[in-house]
């Protein structure tokens, strides 16, 4: 009976709960196929087996592992082990007997209740069971430490009599090991342990550790190249003896909390000689949103790039302070390449020198910003601002929207310093203000973009956009790219969506659709502008819509708006904490 008891706990095909009157309903049934009286005495047996307490404690204990598994949650266990120093630092009988041994000589109350406690049958049978399961969990034998034991003797005399010398086994089946090399002289020597690995998950191997074999493979004098190849080759069990780094100093133990950035570079690691493994870099674009999970190392960061948050191994992306670095350098390259080409024509450029070096300041290099997630808040409608070259089409999607649903969208009500003409209505077509209030209001702030047009000021301020939200309106702006900047620095929490034109024919054949003629001088300037403002400000961004036709536009459009009125964005993190 008791083997029943422990099949009903250990068998992992039992993925649901079970409850005692199930248990008694199938006996009954299979009792009703049985013809002979001792088969039916038998399940009689296992009848009264099933009401005793101590078989419902088992089945309680039985439907919480099921239930614990069901939830997902990892339960941890040992994913590898040092075959000697490993193992005996999570035995917990060698640690309890290490324990004992302090306790024993102590007259003090608590440690005497502690060794009543250690002495207890209940006690020394619960973590012998827990040392039996690591054992086999592990495949870690008492016989294969001892052989252990002898071999790192042999190997201590090989390596100069250094007792320090471990053995480390894991096993890479599948997995990425996860870890770097590097040459230290003539020693082979971890560099890195990537996130997600074999060997960050075993802890076993740690930076600076120096690698003496590999699978009885002598590394001394290796190059990290050679080390590459042999590992390339290996599979399944993998068994390094290892001299520990001095070096070495252990992360802390509480979990590194995420950095959630967006790029404003494009980062090929193809391209990259300076990446420490080719085939731990990813490749990513300006506005991808990338999880920093690791920042201990100053110059490259792990990492995992939005929506790849399930790969088993972290990715290496360079730090701020690396690319800054490397930018400026690349920087000085060119003007050093840039100023001996134009000293061979012409001794006087240094006027000229001096100017394009102020243009070009360390500030203009972009690397990562910091993002958060903002969640959709139904009183507060971000406003939709539309960027993109002159005569692409904005104007005419802005009007589509705004006929589409009066209740939903609305314009910024612009101010001016122009006369009101006939039939124009006051805060309605236009806020009419002379000059003087104008430039006061300029002098104020308070305009995100303005300008002037036959000797009259025109401009859209920050509370003409705000009382279109306080509507709960979406507000459809169109500003020039430059404006940008200045939305982003407020509280208006803008959404930018780039207009973007495709090619010329395309553009002619919507032109023509609207009845609208431009000869292909004009349309190159439209294709030319846009090109400049994406390579300019693509990093803000939040959409981009490749118009090549106008109805497919607006409701791509649409669509746009809608998933952000109805799902968290990622935007700058000082939005959420302003």
Known sequence: MNGFSIFLILNSNVESHLEIDDILASVQHVQSYLNSQNEKEDLNVISRFVMDDKFQQILKIHNKVVEVKLRGVKVPRPTSLSSTEAFESISVQHLSNEVFKDISLSNHYAARELTILFNQPNFKNAIMTHDKIIELEAGVTKEQIDQDKAYLSEKVQQFGGDDDIKIVRLVKSGDPLGATVKNVGEKVVIGRIVKGGVAEKSGLLHEEDEILEINGHDVRGKTVSDIYDLMSRLDGNLTFLIHPGEGFKPHSSQKLKTIH??????????????????????????GDVIHVIDTN??????????????????????????????????????????????????KCVSKRKKRKTESNAPSEFLTYEEVDLLEPDPSFKRPIVLIGPRDVGRQELRQRLMESDFDKFAP??????????????NHVDFHFISKQEFEEEISNNKFVEYGEYEKHHFGTTFDAIRTVIQENKTCVLIFHPQAMKTLRESDLRPYFIFIMPQNIESLRQMKAKQNVKFNDESLKKIIEEGREIDEQYSHMFDSIIVITDLDRAFNELRHTIHQMNNTAQWVPKNWLSS
């Open 297 to 346: 190392d100053c110059n490259w960061w792990q990492a995992y790039r939005d929506g790849e948050d399930d790969q088993v191994l972290a990715g290496l992306v360079p730090s701020p302070h690396f690319q800054l670095q490397r930018a400026e350098l690349t920087k000085l390259i060119m003007e050093d390449t840039e100023e001996k080409k134009n000293e061979r024509k012409c």
């Open 412 to 425: 910024a009500i612009p101010h001016t310093s122009r006369p009101m003409k006939n039939g124009e209505i």
């Open 261 to 286: 950035i967006r790029a404003l570079f494009d980062y090929d690691p193809e391209e990259d000689n300076y990446l420490p493994c080719r085939d731990l870099g990813f490749s990513f674009s300006k």
